[in-house]
C-alpha cells in the first residue's frame, strides 16, 4: 500500500494494541476472576500486563516493520495465506454488530453505578459515547491512537493507585500453592 499515510509511532502502536487487547474485559473480568477465584484473582493483574505488553509490542514493531491498514489481517496473509486473511478481516469486521453495543453497555453501567442513572439517562450516555467514538474515528488514526494511549497509561495508573491507596503489599497477598493450581480446569473454564 504505497498511499498508506504512516502517522503512527511505536508509543501510540502499543497503547492502540494494549486497548485493543485488554478491551472493555478490563473492567469486566477482574470482578468475574474475583467470584470464581477469590484472593487468587489479585495475581490476574500482574499477569493480565505482564503478558499483554510484550504482545502489545511485537504488533507495534510488526507494523512499523510491515505498514498496511489490514493490520492484524494483513500479518495474517504474509505468514498464511490471502484465504487466511480474507477470514481474519470478516472476523475482526463480525465482532463489531455485538462487541459494541457490549462495550456501550459496560461504559454505560458506570454511569448507572456512580451516578443512579436508568434507562433515557443510559440511552444518552450510550449515544454520547458512540458519538464520541465516531468523532474521534473521523479525526485520524494518530488521534485515536493518542486517546487510546491516554487511556492505557491510566488503566495502569488506576491499578496502581488502587494497589497504592489500599496498602496492599504483595507479602499480604497469598500466592496460591502450586499445588493448588489447575491450569487444566482453569483452561476448561473459559472454553
Known amino acids: 500500500m504505497s498511499g498508506l499515510k504512516q502517522e503512527l509511532g511505536l508509543a501510540q502502536g502499543i497503547g492502540l494494541l494494549s486497548t485493543s487487547l485488554l478491551g ?3 473492567f469486566a473480568v477482574p470482578a468475574l476472576a474475583a467470584l470464581v477465584a477469590g484472593n487468587n484473582s489479585l495475581w490476574a493483574w500482574p499477569v493480565l500486563i505482564i ?3 510484550p504482545i502489545a509490542i511485537v504488533f507495534a514493531i510488526l507494523g512499523r516493520h510491515y505498514p498496511s491498514a489490514g493490520g492484524v489481517a494483513h500479518f495474517v496473509g504474509m505468514a498464511f495465506g490471502s484465504r487466511l486473511e480474507r ?3 470478516w472476523l475482526f469486521l463480525s465482532v463489531i454488530p455485538v ?3 457490549a462495550a456501550l453497555q459496560i461504559a454505560a453501567g458506570f454511569g448507572q453505578a456512580m451516578f443512579g442513572w436508568h434507562s433515557w439517562q443510559l440511552l444518552l450516555a450510550e449515544l454520547g459515547t458512540l458519538a464520541l467514538v465516531w468523532y474521534i474515528g473521523t479525526r485520524g488514526a494518530s ?3 493518542n486517546l487510546q494511549t ?4 491510566l488503566i495502569v495508573a488506576l491499578i496502581v ?3 497504592w491507596a489500599g496498602d496492599i503489599k504483595p507479602a499480604n497477598i497469598p500466592f496460591p500453592a502450586p499445588g ?3 491450569l487444566t480446569g482453569l483452561l476448561l473454564r473459559y472454553q
Open 99 to 101: 462487541g459494541l453495543p
Open 143 to 145: 488521534s485515536s491512537a
Open 180 to 182: 493448588n493450581i489447575e
Open 51 to 53: 503478558l499483554v505488553f
Open 87 to 89: 477470514v481474519t478481516g
Open 150 to 153: 491516554v487511556i492505557a497509561g
Open 24 to 26: 472493555t474485559g478490563v
Open 161 to 163: 493507585a488502587i494497589w
